[in-house]
């Protein structure tokens, strides 16, 4: 500046007082900004820390009123509390300071305003307020803090002694519960009493605590504040009161039970120790006592020492008793496995008893036995020695006589006899070698090695074995026994010695037999040529003088030379025995035998020569003959034909054919031959005296008429005789009737029930009652068979022809009778006429042969049975249509009263003389009977044995192998069930497979077994009663079933095994891998380096945490994995593997928890680190967006469910956010720290934002955890209800399962009134006890709707579907019971109405028995029999009209035993046998009193009137069998017509003797009739022949086609009814609208039960085509009415098509479904697997970076992430829509899985995608943040640079010399500033 210019000084002097007086004021204006600033600033503290203070204040008012009250009593809540009360009282105090500072700068601001300045009370007034609240919240903190103190100590004090005490009784509790289960060992029960002591001790040590327990805990419930804890602290002392009196109680009993078991223990180890040890001493004794003996004096000593011990036994049974009663006493105290203890030593004491009484006992029997055997045996040795002593002396005597064929043959008769006997004997030797072989048990081949001196039976091999025997003492048990030796030796010697008495007989037999031979032959020839000789001599000497006649000298000359013809002939046989002659001399020797022979050779030569002398002497005598006797022969000629006509008549034989009649017949003609012998006496006498003469004329001694007088008095004396023996006859023949009768009558009651007998049962036990039965038949035929045999033998005697001979003997004998009578009236008129006259006459006796041919006779020979029939062929009995004898007449004879005819004629005086006797022809009617009958009997008898014998022998097989092979299968399934749950080792699994594979194979190897149990059990079924056909098809299907059970077991077991095989390999897989990994991530956790010091190492060191964390997080799923796995091993394996494979999980859950705490804690560090190094708002963000992810869930939850499981699942994942919450808490307070530090320290005074941060974070922190109780509560009720619905609802089921099992629904009723009446009793009080089971029914519904809210509408559903099944089901078993009650009672009134009707008839029988019994004997007049034979009809029509009340009787009681159990049904059989017996005795007994009075109408005259009624009966019961009622396919009217069949049958073999008695009568009649009426007579006997014979093949063809058809249908219903039920079951099951889909595993079982089903379908094929085989029979061959069974085949056909049908389509069906099924779980775990690795992904994500690059390379990774969600989004909904596809179709069971899988697919979803949705708001945020900071750097950044250009020019600008310029230039740099 320019000085020198003027005013240049003024002016700068102006200028600078201007710029000192600016300064100055500057200077006060800044003193006075500084003093307003000052107060400003003042007066702001004052109302901020008044504001902060009143705010904080605010918050500690609402703290400290939230922690007053004592809410929570415990001692850590009440330290808390208190901590909590002194933490306020600290913050008052703490904050006093700013109170104090308050004050002050009120002081201070109240100072500087004027006195009277409202601002002042202004200011005052809220200080006042804030100090007031100070000073109530100090008073208030001071009166609660003591009690909250008090109440701490009295916390501490009771929960240690509540602790303490519960931790006792609780530990306690087991020792207790094992005190109060009493022990059955003494020494147990004394360590127990010292347990119970030492608990005594215990219990009075605790008793202090308790007592300071309950003291404390009533100060802690007096002092509670909160009502519901405080009922909690009072029902926890309630509690433990109880319990602690519980306690003492229970002490007491267990000492009160201790002690009385141990008395009774004491007394009763005493009992039992010393039983046992007698026991134990007498069984050794027993053991060592030698093998029964053989010989009587040795048995007898054995059985006193038997008996002996026998008496010690008996004697020690009080003992046992004694020990048995201290047992069951003890038993009373006991319970469990010491009960279980107890009760078997019970039992093995009284097994161990019995079974050493048993043992003496069978001891006892052995000895007995052995005994009766020896004494057997020594009898038949004592007898046999005998014998062999007596007959050995007698075989030495034996020796060969001189040849002498009398003598030869009287010694070989005698040895003949004598070997004889003893080959006769040899039955004895037999019965001696039988009692030696059973007194040594053993058979002869076995006995025969070790016999002394020669093994009989044995050859040198065997001499060679006893040797060795012998030396090595291996003797076998029978030779162990005493006497054993003695008795072989013995028996051998005796059977030696019978031997060779046998072989010594038969040679010298055969020796004599030899020499007989050529003796005899000798003799023979000798003796024939002697004979013909002597007859030639006798012939030659007999020629007697010449005759008289010229013929008859011819005669002689012919003689003569015919004498010299045969002499001629015997020339070479007498050189042949001259020869043998010969032969024997020199076989004789020089004895007294050979000189006789040769004496005997020399005078038949002599004979020889001197008859040669004699004829040549004949011939010369001869030439010289003449006539003399010619008048002689004349004479006598007419008394020799009569003579010779007696004669005959004499020979005939008597007619003994046991016809009285007959007999009686012979008798009056016998004596009219001796009237007529007496009138030709005179005529004797005149020959006589003509053969004198001409005797005299001709020189010939004898000319026949001396043997006229001889045959004259030989016919006298023989008429005599006959007539004597007649006589004698009739007497015999009257007694033999009279046993004949009696004969009859006791194998007809021996025929009936063998005719009317039961088919062979089906039991070994009911056919041996049937044998017994039979056996006693038996006994009874054999007992009459020696009368059988005495009267058929006299039958025998009388010679008996057929009947039509009888008829022809007596009509024949009348008719030659009248003959010869007329032939006497003939020869008297005539007298003694001439010669001329005489040859008139009829040809003689003598010269015309008299004798009559066979066809005279009128009879033939059958050749068939050799007797002789009648020429029609009537000979034998007929007999019914079975070939058995129809009942005869009884006995009572049949009087015959003949009054017609001429009484002065002989055949008069036949009738005369007729007796009151039975009707011709009848004994021997009944002695035809009597033979067929006993024929009969006995084949029926021996058929019967032989059926009973085979079914026997078939039900003993059938029993014996369905036994073994029923024992096996049970052994197998022991076997089975002992391998016990999958072993946990691939090995052991492996062993059990093997296992199971072994018994496969045996299982495979018994098929054949099973089917020829099968096939026995079939064969057993052929012919039996319906009843047995039903158990044996019963026990066949139970044997099936359990064979079938067998094979499903071993199936499921071997594919539980498999299945356990893999999954045990794969948890070995899976666990081996996790325990690596953790393992390896364990060694990364160990080798991370320290937390570094600067933020981007830590930043860094972060990063590379939260990548080990997502890695360990990984880890998590493949441990979830293995759990998984392990929980499926577990559920297969046993306990104690269980409890290893959980051991094994928890401890690697425990490593995996170890692990990630680890990384937790590396993280938290780390994250710390930065919180120190300033990243606050970073970690904050951080748990923000945690939270607020965490919160989504619970904001709005899913319900919690209705299952268990659902419910545990959603506990596990709330555990799972509780755990992380846990272990982010001390992140959370290091945030807090962090915040409070940034508050404290912000030097700008702004916190607003970060506080309203903080405040928000705590909010939302404390809104999760509380949100977590409340859900945890939430699902802990939920739990707890689901628990008790579904455990009530188990309970209701499990009733239901047992009431239904001991209802039996479907079991068989009773069959007796009084069984039906206790079981409708019985039912009446079940029904009572169903009906009082109502309300838990009726509960389970309350409990059902009160769980229904936990579910969504689907569980909701499945809730009501649960209720309603267990309504149903039990709605469902009070209706079973209802239709049981009903069908109770339907029994019961059938039992009643078969009793009342069973009655009814069998009195009806015994009234008819009592009229039978009362009917008088047969009359003998016409009239009187028809009248008796009209009553037995009205009482035989009585019978046939009731007839139809015994069917009725009948099939009432066949279907009650169809309907009952076998017990009831066996009685009521037996009640139909007797009935029906009684019923075939009383219409048998009529028939036969039918016939009888039918026969006796027959011999009375009556042939028309009972061939008309006969041939009537005939043609309508051929009428009926022609038209008979149709066979229809109801069994028991198959049943009704075969028993009407029955009865039919009947009343055929009962018309049978009316039939003979015809027959008999016809033949009669015919002989009367002559020409047409014989024809008309023959034709109609020939017709009722043919119609009877018809008749009798229709019924049998009947009989066999009813009784097939019954037995078809029998069988077919057996099968049918079955079959039919198992196919309505399973067309049930296979319906097609049944649901097949679900899930993978549901489908597989599915499929698995359809398999079983359709190997069951294969099964019963066999009885399907059974079925149709059986049914095509009936059809074709026996069912008259086919439509009903054809329909029942038609529908079974199309029901087991359908069934096939349907099998078929579920197999595709479930082939299907399992191919939806696989498919929908791949999708189902490919998406799920998908999702959880992208959750795992974002459940921790990495923070947004400070770095936009990394930021914008995170945002573009999750937008690729979210587009590969939205990719994802067409897989989710097609697997979505497979699902619901599914569950439309789904099993019930697999519905709440797939919606379960639907629901997991769902929320994983909408999981994922809110977790996405919030990360890229989290990122989009970071990034707007982001870039607002940039934008407001970059114009900061701008502005900076702006101001920085400005500020450089203005530095180069000068500064202004003008005021005007230095103020712009000033106020422009103070806008700048600005």
């Given at each position: 500046?320019?000085?020198?210019?003027?005013?240049?000084?003024?002016?700068?002097?102006?200028?600078?007082?201007?710029?000192?007086?600016?300064?100055?004021?500057?200077?006060?204006?800044?003193?006075?900004?500084?003093?307003?600033?000052?107060?400003?600033?003042?007066?702001?503290?004052?109302?901020?820390?008044?504001?902060?203070?009143?705010?904080?204040?605010?918050?500690?008012?609402?703290?400290?009123?939230?922690?007053?009250?004592?809410?929570?009593?415990?001692?850590?809540?009440?330290?808390?509390?208190?901590?909590?009360?002194?933490?306020?009282?600290?913050?008052?105090?703490?904050?006093?300071?700013?109170?104090?500072?308050?004050?002050?700068?009120?002081?201070?601001?109240?100072?500087?305003?004027?006195?009277?300045?409202?601002?002042?009370?202004?200011?005052?007034?809220?200080?006042?307020?804030?100090?007031?609240?100070?000073?109530?919240?100090?008073?208030?903190?001071?009166?609660?803090?003591?009690?909250?103190?008090?109440?701490?100590?009295?916390?501490?004090?009771?929960?240690?002694?509540?602790?303490?005490?519960?931790?006792?009784?609780?530990?306690?509790?087991?020792?207790?519960?094992?005190?109060?289960?009493?022990?059955?060992?003494?020494?147990?029960?004394?360590?127990?009493?010292?347990?119970?002591?030492?608990?005594?001790?215990?219990?009075?040590?605790?008793?202090?605590?308790?007592?300071?327990?309950?003291?404390?805990?009533?100060?802690?419930?007096?002092?509670?504040?909160?009502?519901?804890?405080?009922?909690?602290?009072?029902?926890?002392?309630?509690?433990?009161?109880?319990?602690?009196?519980?306690?003492?109680?229970?002490?007491?009993?267990?000492?009160?039970?201790?002690?009385?078991?141990?008395?009774?223990?004491?007394?009763?180890?005493?009992?039992?120790?010393?039983?046992?040890?007698?026991?134990?001493?007498?069984?050794?004794?027993?053991?060592?006592?030698?093998?029964?003996?053989?010989?009587?004096?040795?048995?007898?000593?054995?059985?006193?020492?038997?008996?002996?011990?026998?008496?010690?036994?008996?004697?020690?049974?009080?003992?046992?008793?004694?020990?048995?009663?201290?047992?069951?006493?003890?038993?009373?105290?006991?319970?469990?496995?010491?009960?279980?203890?107890?009760?078997?030593?019970?039992?093995?004491?009284?097994?161990?008893?019995?079974?050493?009484?048993?043992?003496?006992?069978?001891?006892?029997?052995?000895?007995?036995?052995?005994?009766?055997?020896?004494?057997?045996?020594?009898?038949?040795?004592?007898?046999?020695?005998?014998?062999?002593?007596?007959?050995?002396?007698?075989?030495?005597?034996?020796?060969?006589?001189?040849?002498?064929?009398?003598?030869?043959?009287?010694?070989?008769?005698?040895?003949?006899?004598?070997?004889?006997?003893?080959?006769?004997?040899?039955?004895?030797?037999?019965?001696?070698?039988?009692?030696?072989?059973?007194?040594?048990?053993?058979?002869?081949?076995?006995?025969?090695?070790?016999?002394?001196?020669?093994?009989?039976?044995?050859?040198?091999?065997?001499?060679?074995?006893?040797?060795?025997?012998?030396?090595?003492?291996?003797?076998?048990?029978?030779?162990?026994?005493?006497?054993?030796?003695?008795?072989?030796?013995?028996?051998?010697?005796?059977?030696?010695?019978?031997?060779?008495?046998?072989?010594?007989?038969?040679?010298?037999?055969?020796?004599?037999?030899?020499?007989?031979?050529?003796?005899?032959?000798?003799?023979?020839?000798?003796?024939?040529?002697?004979?013909?000789?002597?007859?030639?001599?006798?012939?030659?000497?007999?020629?007697?003088?010449?005759?008289?006649?010229?013929?008859?000298?011819?005669?002689?000359?012919?003689?003569?030379?015919?004498?010299?013809?045969?002499?001629?002939?015997?020339?070479?046989?007498?050189?042949?025995?001259?020869?043998?002659?010969?032969?024997?001399?020199?076989?004789?020797?020089?004895?007294?035998?050979?000189?006789?022979?040769?004496?005997?050779?020399?005078?038949?030569?002599?004979?020889?020569?001197?008859?040669?002398?004699?004829?040549?002497?004949?011939?010369?005598?001869?030439?010289?003959?003449?006539?003399?006797?010619?008048?002689?022969?004349?004479?006598?000629?007419?008394?020799?034909?009569?003579?010779?006509?007696?004669?005959?008549?004499?020979?005939?034989?008597?007619?003994?054919?046991?016809?009285?009649?007959?007999?009686?017949?012979?008798?009056?003609?016998?004596?009219?031959?001796?009237?007529?012998?007496?009138?030709?006496?005179?005529?004797?006498?005149?020959?006589?005296?003509?053969?004198?003469?001409?005797?005299?004329?001709?020189?010939?001694?004898?000319?026949?008429?001396?043997?006229?007088?001889?045959?004259?008095?030989?016919?006298?004396?023989?008429?005599?005789?006959?007539?004597?023996?007649?006589?004698?006859?009739?007497?015999?023949?009257?007694?033999?009737?009279?046993?004949?009768?009696?004969?009859?009558?006791?194998?007809?009651?021996?025929?009936?029930?063998?005719?009317?007998?039961?088919?062979?049962?089906?039991?070994?036990?009911?056919?041996?009652?049937?044998?017994?039965?039979?056996?006693?038949?038996?006994?009874?035929?054999?007992?009459?068979?020696?009368?059988?045999?005495?009267?058929?033998?006299?039958?025998?005697?009388?010679?008996?022809?057929?009947?039509?001979?009888?008829?022809?003997?007596?009509?024949?004998?009348?008719?030659?009778?009248?003959?010869?009578?007329?032939?006497?009236?003939?020869?008297?008129?005539?007298?003694?006429?001439?010669?001329?006259?005489?040859?008139?006459?009829?040809?003689?006796?003598?010269?015309?042969?008299?004798?009559?041919?066979?066809?005279?006779?009128?009879?033939?020979?059958?050749?068939?049975?050799?007797?002789?029939?009648?020429?029609?062929?009537?000979?034998?009995?007929?007999?019914?249509?079975?070939?058995?004898?129809?009942?005869?007449?009884?006995?009572?004879?049949?009087?015959?009263?003949?009054?017609?005819?001429?009484?002065?004629?002989?055949?008069?005086?036949?009738?005369?003389?007729?007796?009151?006797?039975?009707?011709?022809?009848?004994?021997?009617?009944?002695?035809?009977?009597?033979?067929?009958?006993?024929?009969?009997?006995?084949?029926?008898?021996?058929?019967?044995?032989?059926?009973?014998?085979?079914?026997?022998?078939?039900?003993?097989?059938?029993?014996?192998?369905?036994?073994?092979?029923?024992?096996?299968?049970?052994?197998?399934?022991?076997?089975?069930?002992?391998?016990?749950?999958?072993?946990?080792?691939?090995?052991?699994?492996?062993?059990?497979?093997?296992?199971?594979?072994?018994?496969?194979?045996?299982?495979?190897?018994?098929?054949?077994?099973?089917?020829?149990?099968?096939?026995?059990?079939?064969?057993?079924?052929?012919?039996?009663?319906?009843?047995?056909?039903?158990?044996?098809?019963?026990?066949?299907?139970?044997?099936?079933?359990?064979?079938?059970?067998?094979?499903?077991?071993?199936?499921?077991?071997?594919?539980?095994?498999?299945?356990?095989?893999?999954?045990?390999?794969?948890?070995?897989?899976?666990?081996?891998?996790?325990?690596?990994?953790?393992?390896?991530?364990?060694?990364?956790?160990?080798?991370?380096?320290?937390?570094?010091?600067?933020?981007?190492?830590?930043?860094?060191?972060?990063?590379?945490?939260?990548?080990?964390?997502?890695?360990?997080?990984?880890?998590?799923?493949?441990?979830?994995?293995?759990?998984?796995?392990?929980?499926?091993?577990?559920?297969?394996?046993?306990?104690?593997?269980?409890?290893?494979?959980?051991?094994?999980?928890?401890?690697?859950?425990?490593?995996?928890?170890?692990?990630?705490?680890?990384?937790?804690?590396?993280?938290?560090?780390?994250?710390?680190?930065?919180?120190?190094?300033?990243?606050?708002?970073?970690?904050?963000?951080?748990?923000?967006?945690?939270?607020?992810?965490?919160?989504?869930?619970?904001?709005?939850?899913?319900?919690?469910?209705?299952?268990?499981?659902?419910?545990?699942?959603?506990?596990?994942?709330?555990?799972?956010?509780?755990?992380?919450?846990?272990?982010?808490?001390?992140?959370?307070?290091?945030?807090?720290?962090?915040?409070?530090?940034?508050?404290?320290?912000?030097?700008?005074?702004?916190?607003?934002?970060?506080?309203?941060?903080?405040?928000?974070?705590?909010?939302?922190?404390?809104?999760?955890?509380?949100?977590?109780?409340?859900?945890?509560?939430?699902?802990?009720?939920?739990?707890?209800?689901?628990?008790?619905?579904?455990?009530?609802?188990?309970?209701?089921?499990?009733?239901?399962?047992?009431?239904?099992?001991?209802?039996?629904?479907?079991?068989?009723?009773?069959?007796?009134?009084?069984?039906?009446?206790?079981?409708?009793?019985?039912?009446?009080?079940?029904?009572?006890?169903?009906?009082?089971?109502?309300?838990?029914?009726?509960?389970?519904?309350?409990?059902?709707?009160?769980?229904?809210?936990?579910?969504?509408?689907?569980?909701?559903?499945?809730?009501?579907?649960?209720?309603?099944?267990?309504?149903?089901?039990?709605?469902?078993?009070?209706?079973?019971?209802?239709?049981?009650?009903?069908?109770?009672?339907?029994?019961?009134?059938?039992?009643?109405?078969?009793?009342?009707?069973?009655?009814?008839?069998?009195?009806?029988?015994?009234?008819?028995?009592?009229?039978?019994?009362?009917?008088?004997?047969?009359?003998?007049?016409?009239?009187?029999?028809?009248?008796?034979?009209?009553?037995?009809?009205?009482?035989?029509?009585?019978?046939?009209?009731?007839?139809?009340?015994?069917?009725?009787?009948?099939?009432?009681?066949?279907?009650?035993?169809?309907?009952?159990?076998?017990?009831?049904?066996?009685?009521?059989?037996?009640?139909?046998?007797e009935l029906q017996a009684k019923w075939d005795i009383v219409n048998a007994e009529g028939s036969e009193r039918q016939s009888k009075l039918e026969e006796a109408l027959l011999a009375l005259g009556q042939f028309e009137e009972a061939y008309d009624e006969l041939m009537k009966w005939l043609t309508d019961a051929e009428d009926q069998l022609d038209n008979p009622e149709s066979i229809t396919g109801d069994p028991d009217a198959v049943g009704t017509l075969r028993n009407k069949h029955k009865a039919f049958q009947k009343q055929l073999g009962a018309r049978n003797s009316s039939l003979n008695s015809v027959l008999k009568a016809g033949n009669l009649l015919k002989k009367q009739k002559e020409g047409e009426d014989e024809a008309l007579v023959k034709a109609k006997l020939d017709d009722i022949e043919k119609k009877w014979d018809e008749v009798c093949q229709k019924s049998v063809s009947r009989q066999d086609k009813l009784q097939e058809a019954y037995r078809k249908l029998g069988e077919f219903r057996v099968l049918l009814s079955p079959l039919r039920t198992w196919l309505g079951k399973t067309l049930a099951q296979l319906d097609e609208n049944a649901p097949v889909h679900g899930d993978v595993a549901t489908v597989?079982?599915?499929?698995?039960?359809?398999?079983?089903?359709?190997?069951?379908?294969?099964?019963?094929?066999?009885?399907?085509?059974?079925?149709?085989?059986?049914?095509?029979?009936?059809?074709?061959?026996?069912?008259?009415?086919?439509?009903?069974?054809?329909?029942?085949?038609?529908?079974?056909?199309?029901?087991?098509?359908?069934?096939?049908?349907?099998?078929?389509?579920?197999?595709?069906?479930?082939?299907?479904?399992?191919?939806?099924?696989?498919?929908?779980?791949?999708?189902?775990?490919?998406?799920?697997?998908?999702?959880?690795?992208?959750?795992?992904?974002?459940?921790?994500?990495?923070?947004?970076?400070?770095?936009?690059?990394?930021?914008?390379?995170?945002?573009?990774?999750?937008?690729?992430?979210?587009?590969?969600?939205?990719?994802?989004?067409?897989?989710?909904?097609?697997?979505?829509?497979?699902?619901?596809?599914?569950?439309?179709?789904?099993?019930?069971?697999?519905?709440?899985?797939?919606?379960?899988?639907?629901?997991?697919?769902?929320?994983?979803?909408?999981?994922?995608?809110?977790?996405?949705?919030?990360?890229?708001?989290?990122?989009?945020?970071?990034?707007?943040?982001?870039?607002?900071?940039?934008?407001?750097?970059?114009?900061?950044?701008?502005?900076?640079?702006?101001?920085?250009?400005?500020?450089?020019?203005?530095?180069?600008?000068?500064?202004?010399?003008?005021?005007?310029?230095?103020?712009?230039?000033?106020?422009?740099?103070?806008?700048?500033?600005?």
């Open positions: 500046m320019d000085v020198t210019r003027p005013g240049k000084e003024d002016l700068v002097k102006d200028i600078d007082d201007v710029n000192e007086r600016i300064e100055q004021l500057k200077q006060l204006v800044a003193q006075k900004e500084k003093e307003v600033a000052d107060k400003l600033r003042k007066a702001e503290d004052f109302l901020d820390l008044k504001d902060d203070l009143e705010k904080w204040l605010a918050v500690k008012e609402k703290e400290v009123e939230d922690a007053l009250p004592v809410k929570d009593v415990t001692s850590s809540a009440l330290q808390k509390q208190g901590e909590q009360l002194q933490k306020l009282k600290d913050e008052l105090a703490s904050r006093e300071k700013d109170k104090e500072q308050l004050k002050g700068l009120l002081e201070d601001l109240t100072a500087q305003l004027p006195p009277d300045s409202p601002d002042k009370e202004e200011l005052a007034g809220p200080f006042d307020s804030l100090s007031q609240r100070w000073e109530d919240l100090n008073r208030k903190l001071d009166e609660q803090q003591p009690k909250v103190e008090e109440l701490e100590k009295a916390a501490n004090t009771h929960e240690p002694d509540c602790e303490a005490v519960t931790k006792w009784l609780t530990s306690s509790e087991p020792l207790i519960v094992d005190l109060l289960s009493v022990p059955s060992d003494s020494d147990a029960v004394q360590q127990k009493a010292k347990n119970l002591e030492a608990l005594e001790r215990d219990l009075a040590q605790q008793e202090p605590l308790y007592t300071s327990c309950c003291g404390a805990g009533k100060v802690l419930s007096e002092g509670c504040d909160d009502a519901v804890a405080k009922e909690g602290m009072e029902k926890k002392l309630s509690d433990l009161e109880d319990q602690w009196e519980q306690m003492k109680e229970k002490v007491r009993q267990a000492k009160d039970k201790l002690s009385r078991a141990a008395a009774q223990g004491e007394q009763f180890d005493n009992l039992v120790g010393k039983v046992l040890d007698w026991i134990n001493s007498t069984s050794r004794r027993l053991n060592d006592q030698e093998p029964v003996a053989v010989k009587t004096p040795l048995i007898e000593e054995q059985i006193k020492q038997q008996q002996a011990l026998l008496e010690e036994v008996n004697a020690k049974g009080p003992e046992i008793k004694q020990a048995q009663q201290v047992g069951q006493d003890m038993l009373k105290d006991l319970e469990g496995k010491e009960l279980e203890k107890l009760d078997a030593r019970l039992k093995g004491l009284t097994t161990k008893y019995t079974d050493l009484d048993d043992i003496l006992y069978h001891r006892k029997e052995q000895l007995d036995e052995a005994k009766e055997k020896a004494g057997t045996f020594e009898g038949q040795s004592s007898n046999l020695d005998d014998w062999l002593d007596e007959k050995e002396p007698i075989l030495a005597s034996f020796e060969v006589l001189p040849v002498d064929s009398a003598a030869l043959e009287s010694l070989m008769d005698r040895i003949g006899e004598f070997d004889q006997q003893v080959t006769d004997h040899f039955s004895s030797v037999v019965d001696f070698v039988k009692s030696e072989e059973s007194l040594l048990g053993c058979d002869l081949e076995s006995i025969s090695p070790f016999e002394k001196g020669r093994p009989h039976s044995g050859d040198g091999a065997q001499k060679v074995k006893f040797a060795e025997a012998k030396k090595q003492k291996s003797l076998p048990m029978f030779m162990r026994r005493p006497g054993a030796s003695d008795v072989v030796d013995e028996a051998c010697e005796l059977r030696g010695r019978y031997e060779d008495l046998k072989k010594t007989s038969t040679a010298k037999l055969n020796e004599v037999s030899d020499l007989l031979t050529k003796v005899q032959k000798y003799e023979t020839d000798l003796g024939d040529v002697s004979i013909w000789l002597n007859e030639k001599k006798r012939d030659i000497l007999s020629l007697g003088p010449v005759p008289a006649t010229p013929e008859e000298v011819q005669r002689e000359v012919d003689k003569l030379q015919a004498l010299q013809d045969e002499f001629a002939d015997k020339e070479p046989m007498l050189e042949l025995v001259n020869e043998l002659g010969g032969d024997l001399i020199g076989y004789s020797g020089p004895t007294t035998s050979s000189e006789a022979v040769k004496a005997k050779l020399d005078d038949t030569n002599k004979l020889w020569d001197d008859l040669l002398a004699l004829l040549d002497k004949r011939e010369e005598d001869l030439s010289i003959g003449g006539e003399q006797a010619k008048d002689y022969q004349e004479k006598s000629e007419d008394f020799l034909k009569w003579l010779k006509g007696v004669e005959e008549k004499l020979e005939e034989p008597e007619k003994t054919s046991g016809d009285p009649l007959s007999i009686t017949r012979q008798l009056a003609e016998t004596n009219g031959l001796s009237l007529d012998i007496t009138d030709h006496k005179p005529d004797l006498e005149d020959i006589v005296k003509m053969a004198q003469k001409l005797r005299e004329g001709s020189g010939k001694k004898e000319l026949g008429d001396k043997d006229i007088v001889e045959r004259f008095k030989n016919v006298e004396n023989k008429t005599k005789e006959r007539s004597d023996s007649l006589e004698a006859t009739l007497e015999k023949v009257k007694k033999a009737d009279r046993d004949l009768s009696n004969l009859l009558k006791t194998l007809e009651d021996i025929n009936t029930p063998l005719s009317s007998h039961a088919p062979v049962r089906v039991t070994s036990a009911d056919i041996s009652d049937q044998l017994a039965n039979l056996k006693n038949l038996e006994q009874r035929y054999s007992v009459v068979q020696p009368d059988v045999v005495e009267v058929l033998e006299l039958a025998e005697v009388f010679a008996v022809p057929g009947e039509g001979e009888r008829d022809d003997v007596t009509s024949t004998g009348s008719s030659a009778l009248s003959d010869h009578l007329e032939q006497s009236k003939v020869s008297k008129k005539k007298g003694k006429s001439s010669k001329k006259a005489a040859s008139k006459k009829p040809p003689s006796p003598s010269m015309g042969g008299h004798k009559r041919s066979s066809g005279e006779l009128g009879r033939t020979t059958s050749p068939r049975t050799g007797r002789k029939e009648s020429a029609e062929g009537k000979g034998q009995p007929r007999k019914s249509g079975k070939g058995i004898t129809s009942p005869s007449p009884s006995p009572s004879h049949q009087l015959v009263s003949v009054t017609d005819g001429d009484k002065s004629s002989p055949e008069s005086s036949i009738v005369e003389m007729t007796p009151s006797i039975p009707s011709g022809g009848f004994l021997q009617q009944q002695v035809q009977r009597l033979k067929d009958l006993n024929e009969n009997t006995k084949v029926l008898l021996d058929g019967w044995e032989k059926k009973a014998t085979d079914g026997l022998n078939l039900a003993n097989r059938f029993e014996n192998e369905y036994d073994s092979l029923y024992k096996w299968v049970e052994n197998v399934k022991e076997k089975v069930e002992g391998l016990g749950p999958v072993q946990l080792t691939e090995d052991k699994i492996k062993e059990q497979l093997a296992t199971i594979k072994a018994l496969q194979e045996q299982l495979d190897a018994k098929r054949q077994d099973l089917e020829h149990v099968n096939k026995l059990g079939g064969e057993l079924q052929e012919g039996a009663v319906p009843t047995d056909v039903e158990y044996i098809q019963e026990k066949l299907e139970n044997l099936n079933s359990s064979f079938d059970g067998l094979s499903n077991a071993l199936q499921n077991q071997k594919t539980s095994l498999l299945e356990g095989l893999n999954l045990c390999a794969a948890y070995e897989v899976a666990k081996q891998q996790t325990e690596d990994a953790i393992a390896e991530k364990r060694a990364n956790v160990s080798n991370l380096p320290s937390v570094g010091m600067d933020i981007e190492t830590v930043q860094s060191q972060l990063e590379d945490c939260k990548a080990l964390e997502e890695l360990v997080n990984g880890l998590k799923n493949d441990l979830s994995t293995t759990q998984e796995q392990g929980k499926k091993l577990m559920a297969v394996v046993g306990d104690a593997d269980a409890s290893q494979v959980d051991g094994e999980l928890q401890n690697l859950s425990a490593k995996w928890n170890e692990l990630n705490g680890s990384v937790f804690a590396r993280k938290h560090e780390l994250e710390d680190a930065l919180l120190k190094l300033g990243k606050f708002h970073d970690a904050l963000a951080e748990l923000l967006l945690w939270v607020s992810n965490e919160m989504a869930d619970l904001v709005n939850p899913v319900p919690p469910g209705v299952e268990e499981d659902t419910i545990m699942k959603k506990m596990a994942d709330l555990q799972e956010l509780k755990t992380e919450i846990e272990a982010r808490t001390p992140s959370v307070a290091s945030v807090r720290d962090a915040a409070g530090q940034l508050i404290s320290s912000s030097s700008s005074g702004d916190t607003s934002d970060l506080r309203a941060d903080i405040k928000d974070f705590n909010s939302k922190w404390e809104e999760l955890n509380r949100r977590c109780e409340a859900r945890d509560k939430e699902l802990n009720n939920a739990l707890e209800k689901a628990k008790r619905f579904h455990g009530n609802r188990k309970k209701e089921i499990d009733w239901l399962d047992d009431t239904e099992k001991v209802i039996g629904l479907d079991d068989k009723v009773h069959g007796l009134p009084e069984s039906c009446a206790k079981d409708i009793k019985s039912l009446e009080a079940l029904i009572e006890e169903v009906k009082a089971h109502a309300p838990p029914v009726e509960a389970l519904k309350s409990e059902g709707e009160g769980l229904k809210p936990q579910g969504d509408s689907q569980e909701q559903q499945q809730v009501d579907n649960w209720v309603r099944a267990v309504r149903q089901r039990y709605e469902d078993l009070l209706a079973g019971l209802g239709d049981r009650g009903q069908q109770l009672d339907v029994a019961k009134t059938q039992a009643e109405e078969f009793d009342l009707m069973y009655n009814d008839v069998l009195s009806w029988l015994n009234e008819k028995e009592l009229e039978q019994e009362r009917e008088e004997p047969i009359h003998s007049e016409l009239e009187a029999v028809k009248k008796q034979l009209e009553d037995h009809k009205t009482f035989q029509k009585d019978l046939d009209d009731s007839e139809h009340r015994v069917d009725e009787v009948v099939g009432c009681g066949q279907l009650l035993c169809r309907q009952c159990v076998p017990e009831d049904a066996e009685v009521v059989q037996k009640k139909l046998e597989r079982q599915l499929i698995t039960e359809h398999k079983a089903l359709e190997k069951e379908l294969v099964g019963q094929e066999k009885k399907y085509e059974a079925i149709k085989e059986c049914a095509k029979d009936l059809i074709d061959n026996y069912l008259d009415e086919p439509l009903e069974t054809q329909k029942e085949v038609d529908e079974l056909v199309a029901l087991w098509d359908e069934v096939r049908a349907l099998a078929a389509s579920k197999q595709e069906r479930l082939k299907g479904a399992l191919k939806d099924a696989k498919s929908f779980q791949s999708q189902y775990d490919g998406l799920m697997q998908w999702m959880d690795e992208n959750l795992d992904h974002l459940s921790d994500p990495a923070p947004p970076s400070d770095n936009p690059n990394k930021l914008d390379k995170q945002i573009q990774d999750q937008k690729d992430f979210v587009a590969s969600i939205h990719s994802k989004q067409p897989e989710l909904e097609k697997a979505l829509e497979c699902g619901r596809d599914i569950l439309e179709m789904a099993h019930p069971r697999a519905s709440p899985v797939v919606q379960a899988m639907m629901h997991d697919l769902d929320l994983k979803w909408s999981k994922l995608k809110t977790t996405a949705g919030k990360r890229s708001e989290e990122l989009s945020g970071a990034l707007l943040e982001m870039k607002g900071l940039q934008d407001m750097l970059d114009k900061l950044t701008n502005w900076v640079g702006e101001a920085e250009t400005w500020i450089n020019e203005k530095e180069q600008e000068p500064v202004g010399e003008e005021l005007d310029v230095i103020e712009q230039q000033l106020a422009e740099h103070e806008a700048f500033q600005d």
